[in-house]
């Protein structure tokens, strides 16, 4: 079966440093090198280094490159400056979310203005085709091309993550703020940094041709062996998200649900002229009778995993139920997010979760779960 | 215990067997290091109350990894008479020595026929280098 599955150019990287792979939309990739919570930990303490290659890539030239995204996603993007990222969703007519993207404003090495578009792997064939048939139908120049094979992506997060890219990098990190992005060379690559992941933790995403990514890895964990620096997991990376409180697309996101619902309100310009879905996300932001996204804490051990119902205590019936849930490294406890009834998602609500036959009680409570110290690079 | 010497159930617990002092069957039952190995990131033991009655293929307990949660099943008929109740607060146990310390639960065998069941050690290991790949 693993013959089947498309391998990033780092495959042979990761068996090399004994990581256990799996299937993953389609890709092999490494679950796990040695554990997940060491992994995790090397990530809020130190650095880690993940390969995202299997996340795809669209590349959108031409004049009227801006104004054809911004009405492909729910937030501004036409008026970005250069270098500047945005996190939005693509949703469809009716407000049902197709994917979660980041939306990058780039210019190449002629100073060409140009659009980037991230997305999950999971959906990458889905969006390829919406874009194919909405670029038919759109009334501007605007040139689409698929970078994911040609391409590879890595991730570099954790406190270190900046001292240990100092060296390798023709940019300053010091102005490449959260959320920003440049074309740069990347050691001794042409590429793109951002300072963006899906950690809650300081940290950047590099984008560096297919054929270099093996030369950037061997760089990376070189600059980063006096900083900590290992190679994680998509293990580690699903329990950093969910302590940062982070949506995963096929759980807490989806074609069913719109992205007010999911808490992403500020993804979503509903004073925005036009995008595909705002009128539909106009008129359910009016609603209050559709479950919203929360995290829950439990005090017991044992952890609710997607598809556990959730109930008030003296309950009789559901009230919603888990989208995601695992056991919090950080915080030494099981978390989960879920989707509940509107009218008891207030902070603080006492709940029970059915595990696996056995109500465990569970309050719901803030998110994210886990925010970094303060002093490191925040939220722009 | 060495691992060549114990019966294995494809749901891999492994079982030992030895007499009592009134004559009686009593099964050690743990789980593979090949399990554990595969679980990584152990979170969470429920084990069996002591006293229970069991059936071979029964789940009589769970183990939370950070990952998922694994049923643990008897693997012999019988009455659960002691459990390893450090593992409770010492899970790190079941890591590093599964055959001995990492033990899960002693049960009286009612009936022998279940071992009948269970692989050797031979054909324990082809079915772990089966699911490998």
Known sequence: MIGTLVQTPLYQWHVDHGARMVEFAGYSMPIVYTSIVAEHTATRTAATFFDISHMGRLRFDGPDAARFVDHLVTRRTADMPAGRVRYALVTNEEGGVLDDVLVYHLRDGAHASYRLLV?????????????????????????????TN??????????????????????DLASLHYYTAAETRIAGKGGVISRTGYTGEDGFELIVGANAVVD???SLMEAGKNLGIVPAGLGCRDTLRLEAGMPLYGHELAEEINPLQAGLEFAVALDKPEFIGRDALVA???????????????????IPREGAEVFLPAGASPIGGVTSGTFSPTLQRPIAMAYIDRSHAEVGTELTIDVRGRHEPASVVALPFYRRPSGRESTS | MKPEDLLYATTHEWVHVAADESGGKVATVGISAFAVESLTDLVFIELPEVGRQVKAGESFGEIESVKAVSDVYSPVDGEVIEVNEVLRD??????????????VAKIRMSDEAALAELMDHTAYQKQCADEAH
Request: hydrophobic letters at 40%; proline letters at 3%.
């Open chain 1, 150 to 171: 040609s391409w590879s992506m890595l991730a570099v997060q954790g406190p270190n993550a900046a001292e240990l890219l100092a060296s390798l990098v023709d940019c």
């Open chain 2, 90 to 103: 010492d899970l790190e146990r079941l890591s590093q020595d599964p055959y001995e310390a990492g033990w």
């Open chain 1, 284 to 302: 359910a932001s009016e609603r209050t009778d559709v479950p919203v996204r929360v995290g829950v804490e439990l005090s017991g051990r044992r």
């Open chain 1, 119 to 147: 997305v999950n792997a999971s959906n990458h064939d889905k969006i390829a085709r919406w874009v194919d048939v909405h670029r038919r139908r759109f009334d501007g120049q605007v040139e689409v091309s698929d970078l």
């Open chain 1, 216 to 218: 950037v890895a061997k």
